[in-house]
Each structure stands twice: as structure tokens, then as C-alpha cells.
């Protein structure tokens, strides 16, 4: 796929078909937005904020009918702005590992269970006893944790068992949106494998997972890989025609997940790149063509198509530790130019060690359990201080997991990071390459995700076509000055995970 040089947020008589429908259902809200055969977004974007039902049970829901409307009225803003245009493909991505429950007529039996709830904690634990993690890691690219299907599919066995005798089809999220849509029960091969519950060597349901999970495997929808497009029921296909004309041709393209999307979208798709995304939630990985034979422990790996899978680590906190230090440390009190410069000044000793685990740890001990932890807290410290603390926790949480990644993928020279983070908080980023060692390359484009949907699904629609190059900032280069600092901070933060977490 070549790139050429272009600006984005093009007009409409400016567009290239073929044109793409893209969605992005993420953590806080629900955006859409049409690209042209370059890659480039053609007029508005379109957004419906939403948020997660939390408690401290470890409840994380959302309504996933609330999810579906937000979808149907964004395609329908979206196209609204067409005339008579075509659109020739729409692409979905949401967040990973969701869970929705429907009964034979497809409707929801439960909420959907997002990516942090951790509820199934009890049955995480025995999980752990039956199985071998490292087995198991082997064979799905998952470890047992809060956030993948066995354990909660478990829970909900124990906790809703009527939900259990009731349900025809376990789903996640965009799979319910397709269903819904187009009437057609299929899933991405993305989003199958960040279940669990899928074998990275064949791309197929791990029949014996499934079973110990409490399915069978005629309760899963098909795995469709990249280029296998969804085939529209007869019915829903004459509601579309209907509903929204421009998508009478369209080709559906399975639901994928975000990390998968953002990784694309930052310009990381090949081993040449690391693609970092800094939003609520993190991940560090690299799309590879061969897959390792042996993964390290902190580390999964998906498969996404019959020919790429995708190998990193997740934190489930980063906008979420930054905006709970926002609120904790009355950080307006403090001045966005003061909290700037105590993020930009050199370390210092003094700055407390923090472990940002505020809702479980996923990647690289899987300690779903595992809470924030500030060490070296004094009557002195001040709330910039603090603050400072938090951000080397996150940066230091990226590097355990680049450490593992070297491991498999020594060859990636170059780390792409974008997200609301990566924007909001630049400053961020200066740490993120002194703590992992890494020249880091925050890419400006915004709505980097939708953008990687978009080309996956013109990978199919228009795969002779250059790729316009996203707008990057300057390269940011480790100052190995500070190694010996962050080489200490790095010691002392797995020196007291393993104390309370390991």
C-alpha cells in the first residue's frame, strides 16, 4: 500500500471513489465519517458521546440497543450529506472483547460487558487452577483474565443461569450491530480472537476452550477474515435500499477491533512500525505477517486474518489515570503552564512511584484484580508532583510490555503514537521515549481509528490506490541522559508489583 502526499478532511467534489462508510464505536462515544479511495475523510464526522455503567463490584455495561441507535443515526447523518453518490463499503470497529448475549430472534438478554468488567474475578482464579496458562497462551494468544470470554461466560453461568438456557448466539459487540444491520451473524476474525477463544494457528474456534467455557460452538457466529465481505440478508437489503439509498451496492465488511484499526491508522500496518495508542485505554503492538511460534508471557497475540496477526500488551488506564489525577489532585488549581513544565522538567527522586492499575492490570502479569498503588508519598509532595508520578507510571507500563515485544519483533525501528492522550497531553510523550528507549512519533491525525477501518476495508475495495500519508510530529528522541533514572524507576516498580501483585 504506497502513501502519497495529501491533506485530509477533503470536500465532497474532492473525493476519489471509491467511497467508505467507516464507525468506530470506542469507550466514551460512537463516531463515523466517510473516506474517499485515498484514505482521506470526505466532509463532517459525526459523534454521540456515551459512557460505561460502573460500580465497584466491577460492573462495566452499556446498553448495546443505545450502541445501535447512536450507529443507525450516525450512518444516517452521514449520508445525509451525499447527493447521489454511491458509497461502495462500511466498516465497523469497536472496542474489544465485548459480550453480548441474544436469544433466537437476536435480542439482547444482557447488557454488553465491556473489556473492564471484572466481575468473573472468582472465575478467573479457577480458570487458572484447571488450565495451563502457558498452554493456553500458546494456543490462543490470551492468558486467563477478567476481560476474555472463558471466565466470564463462567460467571454468568453461576450468577444468570436463566440467561445461560435462554441464549441461541454469544456475540461481541459489533457482531450484534451486524446482526442488526444487515441480519447476517458474523464476526471478524479480530474480534473472534480478543473472545479467547480462538486458535492463533488455524483461525478457527478452539472447539476444546469453547466447551470448558459452557458453549458449544453452534452458539458462535462464523469467523469472516479482511477480505470476506458480509452477505446482506434478502430482507435487510431492501430496508437499506430503502432507509439510506447510498448503500444499496455497499459492501459490508465484518466487525473489527479497535486495537486493530488504530494500529493501521497510526501508519504502524507492516514489522517496520510500533503503533502505541494513548486514549483511555493503551496498547502497544506491531502487525505481523509471520507469526512467532513461542510468545512471551506478558503478551498476546490475535490473529486478525488468514494472513496478519497483531502482537502487544494492553493497559486498561491511560486518559482513565490521567483524568483521575485531573480531578484527585485539582490539577486547575495548579495551572495547565505550571503542570506542563513539572511534566516537561528533568526527573527527580522525589517524584512518588506510581503503579496506575485503577481498573485492573491486563498486560504483562494479567492481575485483573490488581489496583493503583502511589509509593513515596511525602507531606512535601505536591499535587504537580504527584501528577508527574502518574504519567512516569503509565510511561513505565509501556515499557514493560516494549521489553516483551522486542522479544518476538526485534525489528520494528519505529513507534507511531496518537490518541487523546498523545494530543491533549504531548508531554506525555517525551516520557514514553526515555522510559522505553524509543524514538516516539506522535502522529497528529485525529480519529486515527476510523482511519484504520477505513483502509482495511479499501485494502478489498481499492488496493492499487496510494494511501494519502497522515500529518506526524516531530520524532521525539530518547535523552539517554535520564536511562539511569527510568532504568531505577523501572526496577522499583516491578520490585513492588511483585510484592503485592505477582
Not at 448503500?247 to 494500529?263: C, R, V, Y
Not at 497483531?310 to 489532585?329: E, F, H, Q
Not at 499535587?383 to 502518574?390: H, K, N, S, T
Request: hydrophobic content about 40%; glycine content about 8%; overall charge negative.
Amino acid at each position: 500500500m504506497g502513501l502519497m502526499a495529501s491533506n485530509f478532511d477533503i470536500e465532497r467534489k474532492d473525493a476519489v471513489p471509491p467511497l467508505v462508510l467507516a464507525i468506530d464505536v470506542g469507550s466514551t462515544a460512537t463516531r463515523g465519517m466517510i473516506y474517499d479511495a485515498h484514505g482521506r475523510p470526505v466532509g463532517k464526522r459525526a459523534k454521540v458521546a456515551h459512557s460505561f455503567t460502573i460500580a465497584a463490584d466491577g460492573t462495566s455495561e452499556i446498553d448495546p440497543a443505545q450502541v445501535l441507535e447512536e450507529v443507525r443515526g450516525i450512518v444516517g447523518d452521514l449520508l445525509g450529506t451525499l447527493k447521489d453518490e454511491q458509497v461502495a463499503g462500511v466498516a465497523l470497529d469497536t472496542f474489544a472483547s465485548s459480550l453480548v448475549v441474544v436469544d433466537g430472534d437476536g435480542a439482547a438478554l444482557t447488557p454488553c460487558f465491556t473489556y473492564a468488567d471484572g466481575r468473573c474475578a472468582a472465575q478467573v482464579t479457577e480458570l487458572r487452577e484447571e488450565l495451563s496458562e502457558e498452554n493456553l497462551q500458546q494456543r490462543t494468544g490470551t492468558r486467563v483474565h477478567s476481560s476474555y470470554w472463558p471466565a466470564r461466560l463462567r460467571w454468568l453461568a453461576a450468577e444468570r443461569p436463566e440467561v445461560m438456557e435462554q441464549a441461541a448466539t454469544f456475540l461481541s459487540l459489533g457482531d450484534y450491530l451486524m446482526l442488526h444491520l444487515t441480519g447476517t451473524l458474523a464476526t471478524g476474525t479480530s474480534t473472534a480472537s480478543w473472545t479467547g477463544l480462538v486458535d492463533r494457528h488455524t483461525a478457527q474456534w478452539y472447539a476444546e476452550l469453547v466447551e470448558i467455557s459452557g458453549i458449544s460452538l453452534d452458539q458462535l457466529p462464523p469467523i469472516h477474515h479482511l477480505d470476506q465481505p458480509v452477505e446482506v440478508a434478502e430482507e435487510h437489503a431492501a430496508r437499506i435500499a430503502q432507509e439510506w439509498p447510498a448503500l444499496s451496492e455497499a459492501q459490508w465488511h465484518a466487525p473489527i477491533t479497535d486495537g486493530l484499526a488504530a494500529n493501521v491508522g497510526l501508519g504502524a500496518h507492516d514489522e517496520t512500525a510500533i503503533g502505541a495508542s494513548c486514549a483511555t485505554s493503551g496498547a502497544v503492538r506491531v502487525l505481523v505477517r509471520e507469526m512467532p511460534e513461542t510468545l512471551p508471557p506478558g503478551l498476546w497475540c490475535y490473529r486478525v486474518s488468514h494472513d496478519r496477526s497483531l502482537i502487544g500488551g494492553a493497559l486498561n488506564d491511560v486518559g482513565r489515570a490521567l483524568a483521575w489525577a485531573d480531578v484527585t489532585l485539582a490539577v486547575d488549581d495548579v495551572g495547565p503552564e505550571a503542570l506542563a513544565e513539572a511534566l516537561r522538567a528533568e526527573p527527580h527522586e522525589t517524584t512518588p512511584l506510581v503503579l496506575p492499575f485503577f481498573t485492573g492490570e491486563r498486560s504483562t502479569g494479567w492481575a485483573s484484580d490488581a489496583r493503583a498503588v502511589v509509593v513515596g508519598v511525602t507531606a512535601a509532595s505536591a499535587p504537580a508532583e504527584v501528577y508527574r508520578g502518574v504519567a512516569e507510571g503509565i510511561a513505565l507500563s509501556y515499557a514493560r510490555i516494549a521489553k516483551q515485544l522486542r522479544e518476538v519483533a526485534p525489528q520494528p525501528e519505529k513507534l507511531y503514537a496518537g490518541g487523546g492522550v498523545a494530543t491533549n497531553r504531548p508531554e506525555l510523550m517525551q516520557i514514553m521515549a526515555d522510559a522505553m528507549r524509543t524514538p516516539v512519533t506522535p502522529v497528529k491525525l485525529k480519529r486515527t481509528t476510523l482511519h484504520g477501518t477505513a483502509l482495511l476495508a479499501l485494502e478489498s475495495l481499492a488496493p492499487d490506490v496510494r494511501r494519502a500519508k497522515p500529518e506526524r510530529g516531530e520524532t521525539l528522541s530518547p535523552d539517554y541522559a535520564r536511562r539511569p533514572y527510568y532504568s531505577e524507576r523501572f526496577g522499583r516498580f516491578e520490585l513492588v508489583y511483585e510484592a503485592l501483585f505477582d
